[in-house]
């Protein structure tokens, strides 16, 4: 699959037409909800050949996308125009010292792409006016519901590029579920926005991709390999609106499944009710954003072995799936949910989960201290040889 653009691979053009809805890769905050883009000058059909503007309306997401055309195409553009909406700058670092604005900001000032922003307080539109006239939304990743006092601005409508193949997970996670769910297939929807509820609307159009065979290796991994079929999606939805508006599909209630905001507690482990397939799918999904959480009981120093065990926190990053592991091949014996021991081959620490299932962790954080290999945490706690410890699910 070809690799998102970034923003720098991109020319901007003086003559605007949608070419992409694209990424923006340094964002690294959770797709929580919807981004929007809007094109200018209200139209009497839904003929896009004399749609004249594009105002992109967009928050922060790793599925934001930018529409940009390349110059061979100009003439034939159906967007001659492009303008930003998005959230106010926010303040991020210690004591929310540092004013960070969105990625797609960024974009659009190096661009000189005309940028809007929505209100500063609270959650809601409720109260803000859109800039007009325009004729169409393309929304894709945006934190706010888009009221219908805003969509009857927009003779066209508003589409949304949602990453799953709906009605399967609506809500703002549906890359974290589809690998948290080991998937087989998933896919790209481009869906009307609906009056009333998020990712509700009629399908406009959708394409699945296979997951079967090459399972994603990480969010970051099938976020890049849904994009570029997003882009191409859009673009044939907006040249052929008309068509796909009379032949659009309803979703059906009976499919509906949910995927909502990614909950701090889905990071914590729990060695003894999941299976070591099921923690991996986990940390492929959301350990871009969420690190792993286990607690561990630092085994007494000899001579104090009555002591009670001393328990820190720790984060878990870098697992994988081992072939075979110390745990299940040096004793018959079989270790509870928890037990953990250094596997000098593979360089990594051995967790075993339920059913006598395994996981691999190469690194590891301990709560105040920099991130270590599995080696050196090993040897920082005692770990040597053939002394094993324990995880805890955190309480």
């Given at each position: 699959m070809n690799a998102p653009l970034l923003a720098t691979d991109l020319t901007l053009f003086t003559s605007l037409r949608v070419l992409a809805i694209y990424a923006c890769n340094s964002c690294r905050t959770a797709v929580d909800g919807k981004a929007t883009l809007q094109p200018n000058k209200a139209t009497e059909s839904f003929s896009l050949e004399t749609t004249n503007s594009l105002n992109v309306i967009s928050k922060h997401s790793q599925f934001t996308?930018?529409?940009?055309?390349?110059?061979?195409?100009?003439?034939s553009s159906v967007i001659s125009h492009i303008e930003l909406v998005t959230s106010p700058d926010r303040r991020t670092g210690r004591k929310l010292s540092v004013l960070k604005p969105m990625a797609t900001k960024v974009f659009a000032e190096k661009h000189n792409i005309p940028i809007h922003h929505t209100p500063s307080t609270g959650r809601t539109l409720t109260g803000w006016n859109p800039p007009t006239p325009f004729d169409l939304g393309v929304v894709v990743s945006f934190g706010y519901f888009v009221t219908t006092n805003i969509l009857k601005t927009l003779p066209l409508g508003a589409v949304n590029v949602h990453p799953s193949l709906l009605p399967a997970y609506r809500g703002a996670s549906p890359l974290q579920y589809t690998i948290m769910n080991r998937d087989k297939v998933g896919g790209i929807?481009?869906?009307e926005l609906d009056e009333k509820a998020f990712d509700a609307g009629r399908i406009l159009a959708q394409e699945e991709i296979d997951l079967s065979t090459e399972p994603p290796k990480s969010y970051n991994d099938l976020r890049d390999?849904?994009?570029?079929?997003?882009?191409?999606l859009l673009v044939e939805t907006i040249r052929d609106l008309e068509n796909r508006k009379k032949n659009a599909t309803v979703q059906d209630m009976t499919k509906v499944t949910k995927a909502p905001k990614i909950k701090k507690e889905l990071a914590q482990v729990d060695f003894?009710?999941?299976?070591?397939?099921?923690?991996?799918?986990i940390f492929r999904a959301i350990g871009h954003q969420n690190p792993l959480l286990?607690?561990?009981?630092?085994?007494?120093?000899?001579?104090?072995?009555n002591t009670k065990a001393r328990r820190i926190n720790l984060q878990l990053h870098d697992l994988y799936l081992p072939e075979q592991s110390i745990l299940t091949t040096r004793s018959s014996k079989k270790a509870q949910p928890g037990t953990i021991a250094y596997d000098a081959q593979s360089q990594s620490i051995h967790a075993m989960c339920k059913n006598g299932t395994v996981i691999g962790i190469k690194r590891l954080k301990a709560e105040n201290k920099a991130e270590r290999n599995a080696e050196d945490f090993c040897n920082g706690y005692g770990l040597q040889k053939d002394r094993t410890g324990l995880f805890e699910q955190i309480i």
């Open positions: 996308e930018v529409l940009m055309p390349t110059p061979p195409e100009r003439d929807t481009v869906q390999r849904l994009s570029s079929i997003g882009v191409r003894e009710g999941m299976e070591a397939v099921d923690i991996e799918a286990t607690t561990f009981a630092v085994p007494p120093e000899k001579g104090r072995e």
